[in-house]
T-cell receptor
């Protein structure tokens, strides 16, 4: 069964600290992995998209890594800001299909 | 300019009613989607349309019927609303998948549906 699991479910950190979110997936055949940020009351916004041949991709203070062999990905947030408080969703795309499999997300709260 | 817009943002209605949610994208994309996000924040695809043609139809009750008058619009009509339909519904759009290895999807702001 195609699944995407994320950990932790929720995370609280202080402003300025770094954090890492984890994603494991069982989607096959695999094509791409995305990380989305979803602010409360808003739609998801894409942070990074990686194909199976990419190991890492950065978008400002966000750095995503992908290990297609172990089917794991991580999202590292550097020097967190209050505006980073949101849900972060790991999403996996299968090969030659529009259908995406969504994880349940990690709820990040950044406190001053 | 809003890329993907949905109306209304909030919808409160009684069980048994029929309601519609509208979605429009001004990105020139060929493919549009409807997703349902439940109370556990889990997003699941419901439908996908490419150039007004249905290409993904997940296991969704036939009370839900998407309508695409043109490729910039994908509306969602729901008949005989039930309590379990309460959720946030997101519209999204993307370029046609054959154009690239993957297609970035752009989401609308969501419509929170509450069925009483």
């Amino acid at each position: 069964k195609n699944q995407v699991e994320q950990s932790p479910q929720s995370l609280i950190i202080l402003e300025g600290k770094n954090c890492t979110l984890q994603c494991n997936y069982t989607v096959s055949p695999f094509s791409n992995l995305r990380w989305y940020k979803q602010d409360t009351g808003r739609g998801p916004v894409s942070l990074t998209i990686m194909t199976f041949s990419e190991n890492t991709k950065s978008n400002g203070r966000y750095t995503a890594t992908l290990d297609a062999d172990t089917k794991q990905s991580s999202l590292h947030i550097t020097a967190s800001q209050l505006s980073d408080s949101a849900s972060y969703i790991c999403v996996v795309g299968g090969y030659n299909t529009d259908k995406l499999i969504f994880g349940t997300g990690t709820r990040l709260q950044v406190f001053p | 300019d809003t890329a993907v817009s949905q109306t209304p943002k909030y919808l409160v209605t009684q069980m048994g009613n029929d309601k519609s949610i509208k979605c429009e994208q001004n990105l020139g994309h060929d493919t549009m989607y409807w997703y349902k996000q439940d109370s556990k924040k889990f997003l699941k695809i419901m439908f996908s349309y490419n150039n007004k043609e249905l290409i993904i139809n997940e296991t969704v009750p036939n009370r839900f019927s998407p309508k695409s008058p043109d490729k910039a619009h994908l509306n969602l009509h729901i008949n005989s609303l039930e309590l379990g339909d309460s959720a946030v519904y997101f519209c999204a759009s993307s370029q046609e998948i054959s154009a690239q290895l993957y297609n970035e999807q752009f989401f609308g702001p969501g419509t929170r549906l509450t069925v009483l």
